[in-house]
């Protein structure tokens, strides 16, 4: 992460301690600390400074790990579509009158 401060790729995510940590938190902001100048940043997730002060390595891992948990949305959303077709298949011929023949 570059830090918005120094312009030097040193910074980090930082551990939350804090209520002020903790308020951060609850409106969405990751605090983040420079190993060159020790300064601590809080910065948003959706944020235009989320990608901005990223470094190019770190926009394509974070792009590929957003196709890979897509793609794994997709996959339980059709296994859960399939599953729930069978489950009605199933309900339907246990719940069908049979009409008795003479």
């Not at 600390?33 to 601590?40: I, L, N, Y």
């Not at 957003?66 to 339907?92: D, F, P, T």
Request: glycine share 6%.
């Amino acid at each position: 992460m570059i830090c918005p401060k120094c312009r030097e790729n040193k910074a980090h995510r930082s551990r939350r301690s804090g209520f002020k940590d903790w308020a951060a938190g609850v409106i969405l902001r990751i605090p983040y600390r420079c190993r060159a100048c020790g300064v601590r940043v809080y910065i948003s997730r959706f944020g235009s400074d989320w990608t901005r002060l990223r470094t190019p390595e770190e926009r394509r891992v974070v792009q590929l790990r957003r196709a890979l948990k897509m793609r794994k949305i997709r996959r339980e959303l059709i296994a859960y579509g399939i599953g729930s077709l069978i489950m009605l298949c199933v309900l339907y011929y246990l719940f069908q009158q049979h009409i008795p023949t003479e």
